[in-house]
Nanobody, 127 residues
Framework: QVQLVESGGGLVQAGGSLRLSCAAS????????MGWFRQAPGKEREFVAA????????QYADSVKGRFTISRDNTQHTVYLQMNSLKPEDTAVYYC????????????????????WGQGTQVTVSS
């Protein structure tokens, strides 16, 4: 069993920053690949960022490269998404996800590859 709870969303002006947090519980959380996805109203869910268990390797969507940073703190059982230089097109509900693959060396960018999802947190960026 893995439970994920996102927080840190809110309303910000374009160019501002937010840090999203995903608090996780589960015996083997530290060994799970993790990811962030987002979904805007009427749009398909899209990949944002992912981080591996081994070496904390990362992968980012082209639209957020250079602006967003994913990281994890296994001691605090938390994964973060630092979002800088926010744009109105970043407006969406953001979800964190975990893949049930203990000891994985991979980074996963497809939502269908993940097994556990948080409830989501709203991020709204105004012009």
């Amino acid at each position: 069993q893995v439970q994920l709870v996102e927080s840190g969303g809110g309303l910000v002006q374009a160019g501002g920053s937010l840090r999203l947090s995903c608090a996780a519980s589960g015996r083997t959380f530290s060994a799970y690949p993790m990811g962030w996805f987002r979904q805007a109203p009427g749009k398909e869910r899209e990949f944002v960022a992912a981080i591996s268990w081994s070496y904390s390797q990362t992968q980012y969507a082209d639209s957020v490269k250079g602006r967003f940073t994913i990281s994890r703190d296994n001691t605090q059982h938390t994964v973060y998404l630092q979002m800088n230089s926010l744009k109105p097109e970043d407006t969406a509900v953001y979800y964190c996800a975990a893949k049930n693959e203990v000891g994985s060396i991979g980074v996963y960018v497809r939502g269908t590859e993940y097994d556990y999802w948080g409830q989501g947190t709203q991020v709204t960026v105004s012009s």
